[in-house]
């Protein structure tokens, strides 16, 4: 099993609409989170980071994580056609020789 | 800021054929980290350096060679291409989150 699961795509929506990217991890000791933007044919970008339970919010965008239920998501508001990519998300800590992140959930946003 | 600077950018090897992919980082991040992806799978870990002076296998380490030379550069090494180590690689460096160089295209005929 790995790591970090989300949830299995691909994901459309309109735009205007709110997208919602979901995660799960099992390690109970992973504290804080990252979300990754990969456009095709290009590197992850980092695009947030979330250290504590709760939401945090950084325009459009706002990450949630849940350690109780080990539960971690990205809603994005307002999409817009260039939020069409792959949301990869991954914990922050060790990794013990093992990649650490999500396979990624594809996102299009259709005009 | 460069960031993480990989070259080349693109290669295409004959199978059999040896190269070295070099990987800078200009943050002063102690860890550092190679990935391959094929089209269409996520990121998979092949060797990852902690700290200047150790390098620790991944998930994928056959068939690779790493290099910390100092705490900028991280190298990978193909020493016998195989059509299999046909991918995109990612060199990576990391305090908090990961911050990726654009990657090198691989292609083993």
């Known amino acids: 099993q790995k790591e970090v699961e989300q949830n299995s795509g691909p994901l459309s929506v309109p735009e205007g609409a709110i997208a919602s990217l979901n995660c799960t991890y099992s390690?109970?000791?992973?504290?804080?989170f990252f979300w990754y933007r990969q456009y095709s044919g290009k590197s992850p970008e980092l695009i947030m980071s979330?250290?504590?339970?709760g939401d945090k919010e950084d325009g459009r965008f706002t990450a949630q994580l849940n350690k109780a239920s080990q539960y971690v998501s990205l809603l994005i508001r307002d999409s817009q056609p260039s939020d069409s990519a792959t949301y990869l998300c991954?914990?922050?800590?060790?990794?013990?020789?093992?990649?650490?992140f999500g396979d990624g959930t594809t996102l299009t946003v259709k005009p | 800021n460069a960031g993480v600077t990989q070259t080349p950018k693109f290669q295409v090897l004959k199978t059999g054929q040896s190269m070295t992919l070099q990987c800078a980082q200009d943050?002063?991040?102690?860890?550092m980290y190679w990935y391959r992806q094929d089209p269409g799978m996520g990121l998979r870990l092949i060797y990852y350096?902690?700290?200047?002076?150790?390098?620790d296998k991944g998930e994928v380490p056959n068939g690779y060679n790493v290099s910390r030379l100092n705490k900028r550069e991280f190298s990978l090494r193909l020493e016998s291409a195989a059509p299999s180590q046909t991918s995109v690689y990612f060199c990576?460096?990391?305090?908090?989150?990961?911050?990726f160089g654009s990657g090198t295209r691989l292609t083993v005929v």
């Open positions: 990576a460096s990391r305090e908090a989150g990961y911050t």
């Open positions: 390690d109970r000791v992973s504290q804080s």
């Open positions: 979330i250290y504590s339970n």
């Open positions: 991954a914990p922050w800590g060790t990794n013990a020789g093992k990649s650490t």
């Open positions: 943050m002063n991040h102690n860890s």
């Open positions: 350096s902690a700290s200047e002076g150790t390098t």
